[in-house]
DNA sequence: AATCGTAGCAACCGCGTCAAT
DNA sequence: GATTGACGCGGTTGCTACGAT
């Protein structure tokens, strides 16, 4: 199905451009009153000739209690680590500051963040320097291995957010939830007063999770440091020692999958429409355990 | 003073997803 | 199961302000 975004309906020319002060007046006025259930019909309501999509993006950009003032640095540092672990998902970076809006971030990024991660010589796309950006270039063709199961994407995902949390003990004293691959999502909780930290694999709905406590996903948070926000070589394999050290191996993959799927079956009992696609990724993630030699390398065919 | 280039921001557009019919 | 409509998201565009020439 093909159509405009913002289409005239009943004959009602839609306005587009920025909106004016009496536009401004009018829907929020009526949003505050009677809430943002259907926003096809604020317009109507309002008398405003705007679409509703129109409407909900005014809203959303402009409620009362969002931020207007220059992001802070330690917000900017935070979207840098954000953006690094999951990438230009903007609604889920904004819901980790509070009153900014996914736009915010959004064009805080493209027109600041881009630029000063450049001048550091840092690829603003891949968090690496360009330097080694340049280097790996050479050696393309001889080690590329994409993740390609669901697990070896959940380990990066994994890897990610761990460098994530070591490298900011101030944002992630809380519980935060972050949407990885799929409908998933994992919620992460830390507290300062020791080093544990425990995931969940959660759904949105899901009120009633219980938790489960893995002391040796991170040991220690170190001193802050560009470095950490420049991505591990998501295709390089590792070396024997990195193979060690590694925070998300595949044997600690396996295990974290046990203990979200232990997990996941406490939600089960809280949950009744958990969805097909994550009963799904259970069968494929039960078949791993049963059979760890399918997360070897994939066959070249 | 006029022109041009750029940065920052607001809004639009297209697409994917989901729910209702 | 197919169609339709609504919503949400991310990419992109357009407008405005401001500084440099």
Redesign the pocket.
């Known amino acids: 199905?093909?159509?405009?975004?913002?289409y005239e309906?009943d004959s009602v020319k839609i306005?587009?451009?920025?909106?004016i002060a009496e536009e401004d007046t009018k829907t929020p006025t009526f949003v505050l009153e009677h809430g943002?259930?259907?926003?096809?019909?604020i317009p109507k309501k309002t008398g405003v000739k705007?679409c509703?999509?129109?409407c909900?993006?005014?809203w959303?950009?402009?409620m009362p209690d969002l931020k207007?003032d220059?992001f802070t640095s330690q917000e900017e540092d935070l979207i840098i680590k954000l953006h690094a672990a999951i990438?230009?998902?903007?609604?889920?970076?904004?819901q980790q500051l509070p009153g900014r809006t996914?736009?915010?971030v959004?064009?805080?990024w493209?027109?600041?963040l881009k630029?000063k991660l450049s001048q550091m010589g840092i690829d603003p796309v891949t968090h690496k320097p360009f330097s080694k950006l340049i280097a790996d270039y050479g050696n393309i063709g001889t080690s590329f291995h994409k993740p390609t199961t669901q697990i070896e994407v959940a380990n990066k995902d994994f890897r990610n957010y761990a460098i994530l949390l070591k490298s900011d003990p101030y944002q992630f004293n809380q519980q935060q939830t972050l949407q990885t691959t799929g409908?998933s999502s994992f919620m992460v909780t830390k507290s300062h007063s020791d080093d544990d930290f425990s995931i969940v694999k959660g759904d949105s709905n899901c009120t009633n999770i219980k938790n489960e406590t893995n002391p040796t996903l991170v040991d220690a948070f170190p001193p802050f440091s560009w470095n950490d926000f420049l991505l591990e070589d998501a295709f390089a394999p590792p070396t024997n020692n990195q193979e060690q050290q590694i925070l998300f191996s595949k044997e600690n993959v396996m295990s974290q999958n046990g203990k979200m799927k232990e997990a996941m079956s406490h939600q089960v009992s809280s949950c009744s429409d958990i969805?097909f696609v994550e009963a799904i990724l259970d069968q494929e993630n039960e078949m791993f355990l049963s059979f760890p030699h399918l997360l070897e390398e994939p066959s070249n065919y």
């Open positions: 199905m093909v159509r405009s975004a913002c309906k306005k587009s451009g920025v909106w943002s259930s259907n926003w096809t019909s705007r509703g999509k129109s909900r993006l005014r959303n950009n402009y207007h220059n990438g230009s998902r903007w609604s889920i970076i904004a996914d736009n915010d959004k064009n805080n493209n027109t600041k630029k409908n969805s």
